[in-house]
């Protein structure tokens, strides 16, 4: 098992930690007003921009690409099934944005993506490695969640 395999634990999901942080509410929240004057009333949704979109699923573009480029088999796949896995959440998300299904439904696609044999490897990936690969996944995909949760349960 490789050290920097532990890495990706950290790497990612700080980074979407730290877009939970430091990006403002105003990219992915979005309000419709019945009335604004004289008292406000407000009902807040999900509504992703795309700045919010890239940001979210940056990390995992600069690892497929850097692993294309380095010729790095691992890094691309782990890559495209976490991309896919933040992009669901994102989607489900905007469907569903209060309800459990944008986490549960993204947290088996990515058991079932990192289930598949292979996914683009020449040596078989080790068990540790697929179950890192999956947690670092959940992570990423529950922080997104609950960013997105705290901005739209804001009441005016």
Known sequence: M?????????????WEFLLMVA????????????????YPICDFHFGPSATFVLLATVPFLIAIILGLWKKWSELVAFGIPSLA???ITI????LF?????????????????????????????????????VVTS????????????????VSV
């Open 97 to 133: 944005e209060k309800s459990w299904i944008s986490f549960f439904m993204p947290a088996t696609v990515s058991v079932v993506l990192y289930s598949l044999p292979g996914i683009g490897l020449d040596d078989p990936v080790k068990r540790v490695e697929r179950l890192v690969w």
């Open 138 to 153: 959940l992570i990423v995909s529950f922080i997104l969640c609950i960013m997105v949760w705290g901005g739209t349960s």
């Open 85 to 87: 896995v933040v992009l």
């Open 23 to 38: 990006l403002p509410s105003g990219y992915y929240v979005k309000a419709s007003c019945l009335q604004i004057h004289p």
């Open 2 to 14: 490789r050290p920097r395999l532990f890495l990706y634990l950290f790497i990612f999901p700080a």
């Open 91 to 94: 989607l489900l998300l905007y």
